[in-house]
């Protein structure tokens, strides 16, 4: 079995900065593109910011400038640093990973965190 786990969050003003770090574990045999994605009440989820197993990044044009997404192969982790965050921001946002296990190596699966809310207050 695969987990990934989130961390990170919370309530925050506007301006402020908070990091989120989600992990991957279990029978893994790699890991290819990791992501954020998000979703607002009564909205569909989006895309926030994706990475590539060779740190190819890719964001959406409301982050563009104010967040930032990294990822530590070794330890199966990505993580998104978010700044200047405002209102708009406020959503659970949940963690995505393709990656390959030990159990069926050549086939790509997609996994997803249990999500996590960020709230941000005017």
């Known amino acids: 079995q695969v987990q990934l786990v989130q961390s990170g969050g919370g309530l925050v003003q506007a301006g402020g900065s908070l990091r989120l770090s989600c992990a991957a574990s279990?029978?893994?045999?790699?890991?290819?593109?990791m992501g954020w994605y998000r979703q607002a009440p009564g909205k569909q989820r989006e895309l926030v910011a994706t990475i590539t197993s060779s740190s190819t990044t890719n964001y959406a044009d409301s982050v563009k400038g104010r967040f930032t997404i990294s990822r530590d192969n070794a330890k199966n982790t990505v993580y998104m640093q978010m700044n200047s965050l405002k209102p708009e921001d406020t959503a659970v946002y949940y963690c995505?990973?393709?990656?390959?296990?030990?159990?069926?190596?050549?086939?790509?699966?997609?996994?997803w965190g249990q999500g996590t809310q960020v709230t941000v207050s005017s």
């Open positions: 995505r990973a393709e990656l390959y296990t030990t159990v069926f190596p050549t086939v790509k699966t997609t996994y």
């Open positions: 279990g029978n893994i045999f790699s890991v290819n593109a």
